[in-house]
């Protein structure tokens, strides 16, 4: 192994941490459901992405790589998926985002 993959798979696992941490700080500072959901949908997707692929990297090729890149993967294409049906069903549930339309543009006029 050379110093160069180590160097890069713990680069991407420190990158994927990061998003991690700024979603987990999402949760807390934004207002509503929406905000919080998009929030980390986001970064977590990318985050648990950067961390795998940092765990690839550092594997190299071999058949459990090529397993990591699979669930890469269908991280991609479920994560926000899930998470655009729940915020759908939350809508059509009756939750109100926490800025509706009528109060921005209130607040454009001023």
Not at 103 to 110: A, G, I, R, T, Y
């Amino acid at each position: 192994m050379t110093e160069i993959q180590i160097t890069l798979s713990i680069l991407f696992v420190i990158i994927g941490i990061v998003f991690m941490l700024v979603g987990s700080i999402g949760i807390i500072r934004l207002p509503d459901f929406y905000s919080r959901t998009h929030s980390t949908s986001k970064s977590d997707t990318l985050g648990i992405i950067f961390a795998i692929l940092g765990l690839v990297i550092y594997e190299g090729f071999t058949q459990s790589s090529f397993k990591l890149l699979l669930v890469v993967l269908f991280i991609a294409l479920s994560n926000p998926i899930g998470t655009h049906a729940l915020a759908r069903a939350a809508y059509k549930g009756g939750l109100n985002p926490f800025y509706s339309d009528d109060e921005l543009k209130e607040e454009d006029k001023q």
